[in-house]
């Protein structure tokens, strides 16, 4: 049998089309992304409320002293954080001062210097970098470039600078600094991926202006570009600092390990996402594993206190929001 | 659209109907606990097949504490650990729990020197150098065990486990033995508040391996198989007869035939006397419900476990694992015919 051509044979619009359908459709779609937005609360709130329950026994002993105290001794069960929240704010903060000028003067190159046929391939590398799991960058740190660092790099520091407090004490390789070089490697591509986003979204016209005022090429950049992506690459560079901040495994098998404040970069130090991912499986008794709760729950806070003062800052800039990704 | 003819669906339909009557008639132990015990535990799971099909293993290595927990919790039908449960933690059971040894291991001392020297320690220098009291390779202390070597002016840079370990627990149970000091300021334990300013840790015996390998002057402690497998050198401890024994299964073995061995299996067998007993030795037991939780399981595992400390302990010296003494498997039989 031959099908009816609808050219030939024009049938009439279905009648379902023709009358007003209830919008079912319309309200369901609304309510459900609704539940889906309110979700995030949710979670956010489980994650907080478990923390809170399991930290506890620790924070009934110890209270507030368990924010201020540097010890750590599971034999005699007495907890502390300190040691674990200046690990993990020092090796941020090396992250930060390492990956940030890296990751803008790569973003501004691809952006407003590098030839055409560069920008894609570069950018390539880059996510690819991204993509690499934390555990293999934590083995390559601990077998290429915690020796290699150790042997070219700290070294010479520890003796060229080593009258310093800063690079004073034994070389061993695994140290703060190393922990902080990769943590750098980790938030490199994020920063530079947000920030190149930002970057392209400066309107052109912006660049030609200046170009028509005469402005030289790097007046250009710095005035015309980056002057108006300010608040975007705050906010690249927050959302690197989340990442470096939560950073385990690759920051385990590069620092040390050792709870200390030592005011050496190259002593061996301690992160609160590396003692949770080291003590938990092993944690027996009552107070050992609240207290790695605790360490969870002071790690949140950190977080969330990072996020809220950034906010604050954020507000305090002028210029338009060009952050695509938020 | 792909058609399916009726009688190729209802065949396919049979065949899983028969697949899942065939699954539901196995028996599935869940166990966790110690990663000491995981490459033993695999290792026997495949070989039991070929004794009793219809039963089949699972296995978590996610620790020993979480061993522990899992098993009181119900969640597991047996628990592994590499320090027996305590007293204290046993009266939280819902019922009674029977723990047996079922593998034993030595810890080896590894350290980085020029030139690989057959190194020999006694227990006071290695708790002096864990301690930071022997900071150098060339002190008295050590020169004093090793005559006729020529040890360098080089740091002594101690390494530990970064992450809760069996490991630990047996290195630092004999440091406590060995030496009060050690016994008051660091104790024994899966981990340990390690003396300050000393040194470093690493994660994993794969980490400690590497770090002793890359660091001129490290020495550190880790499980004889990784010792041997990374072909990193280890030391020859002095034990309570005076004699320098290295780490072996059989050294491990004599230190198991000669410990005093509880009824409860409550014990430990570092420093053990025997004269081929190597020190730093240790058990790993395995945590079992006396009747079990799930039912149906008790019989089968009883007759696993069984096979595992008896039979089984031949398969597993290739892995560098101590075979029990048979006296102990005689006693943990008798135990396990009242598991049900």
């Known amino acids: 049998m031959q099908e009816p051509s609808p050219m030939n044979d024009p049938a009439p ?152 407090p800063l690079f004073k004490g034994p070389v061993y390789g695994v140290s703060m600094l190393a922990g902080g070089m990769i943590v750098a490697i980790m938030i490199i591509p994020i920063i530079t991926s947000v920030s190149r986003e930002i970057l392209r979204s400066v309107p052109g016209l912006q660049r030609e202006a200046a170009y028509a005022l005469g402005a030289t090429r790097w007046e250009v950049t710095t005035i015309a570009v980056l002057g108006q992506a300010r608040k975007g690459l705050f906010g690249a560079v927050i959302l690197g600092l989340g990442r470096a901040l939560g950073e385990t495994m690759a920051v385990t098998m590069v620092i040390g390990n050792t709870p200390q404040i030592a005011k050496s970069l190259l002593a061996p130090g301690y992160t609160l996402a590396s003692v949770i991912a080291n003590e938990f499986n092993e944690a027996t008794g009552t107070l050992y594993p609240s207290a790695l709760f605790a360490i969870g729950l002071v790690l949140l806070g950190i977080t969330l206190l990072v996020n809220i003062l950034a906010q604050g800052l954020l507000r305090t800039l002028s210029g338009p929001a060009t952050n695509p990704r938020h | 659209m792909i058609e399916i003819k009726p009688e190729r669906f209802l065949a396919l339909l049979g065949f899983c109907f028969f697949a899942a009557w065939h699954l539901g008639a196995q028996t599935l132990i869940n166990g966790a606990g110690s990663t000491f015990d995981y490459p033993a535990f695999t290792k026997w799971f495949e070989i039991y097949r070929g004794v009793d099909s219809n039963v089949s293993f699972n296995y978590q290595s996610i620790g020993s504490g979480a061993g522990q927990k899992l098993l009181l919790n119900q969640t597991v039908d047996f628990g592994a650990s590499d320090a027996p449960m305590s007293v204290e933690t046993m009266s939280t059971a819902p019922a009674p729990i029977i723990q047996l040894p079922i593998v034993a291991g030595g810890v080896a001392i590894i350290y980085n020197l020029p030139g690989d020297p057959r190194l020999k320690l006694d227990g006071p220098t290695l708790a002096a150098i864990f301690l930071g009291e022997i900071t150098s390779w060339n002190d008295p202390k050590i020169a004093a065990l090793n005559p006729g070597l020529n040890l360098p002016d080089v740091s002594i840079i101690p390494i530990h486990r970064a992450d809760g370990s069996g490991t630990s627990y047996i290195f630092t149970d004999y440091l406590s033995t060995i030496s009060p000091e050690w016994k008051q300021t660091v104790g024994k334990g899966s981990s340990v508040h390690w003396p300050s300013g000393i040194g470093l840790a690493a994660k994993g015996s794969e980490g400690v391996a590497g770090q002793v390998k890359q660091l001129p002057g490290g020495i550190a402690y880790a499980e004889l198989a990784y010792a041997d497998q990374s072909k990193i050198p280890f030391a020859s401890i002095q034990n309570p007869s005076g004699q320098y024994v290295l780490p072996s299964p059989a050294s491990v073995s004599a230190a198991l035939a000669t410990a005093a061995i509880p009824d409860d299996f409550r014990f430990s067998i570092v420093n053990s006397p025997g004269r081929e007993a190597y020190p730093i030795s240790g058990a790993s037991w395995v945590l079992v419900y006396k009747a079990a939780r799930n039912p149906g399981s008790g019989t089968p595992l009883a007759s696993f476990l069984k096979w595992a400390i008896t039979r089984g302990q031949t398969n597993c010296a290739s892995l560098d694992y101590a075979p029990l003494p048979e006296t102990v498997q005689q006693r943990e039989i008798k135990i396990l015919d009242t598991v049900n």
Not at chain 1, 31 to 47: E, M, R
Not at chain 1, 74 to 100: E, M, Q, R, W
């Open chain 1, 13 to 164: 619009r279905p009648a379902a089309l023709s009358q007003p359908l209830p919008r079912w459709g319309d309200g369901i779609f609304k309510w459900l992304t609704l539940a889906f937005a309110l979700s995030i609360f949710g979670l956010l709130f489980l994650i907080g409320y478990e923390l809170v329950q399991g930290a506890r026994p620790t924070l009934a002993k110890f209270g507030w002293h368990f924010l201020v105290s540097t010890d750590w001794d599971p034999v005699n069960d007495v907890y502390g954080a300190l040691t674990f929240i200046y690990g993990t704010v020092v090796s941020s903060a090396i992250a930060l001062v390492i990956a940030v000028p890296i990751s803008i003067g790569t973003a501004v190159y691809l952006t407003e210097l590098a030839p055409q046929w560069l920008r894609q391939p570069l950018t390539m590398f880059i996510e690819l970098l991204a993509a690499v799991p934390s555990v293999i960058l934590g083995l390559w740190g601990i077998f290429v470039m915690v020796p290699f660092c150790r042997d070219h790099f700290f070294h010479f520091l520890h003796e060229r600078l080593g009258f310093l």
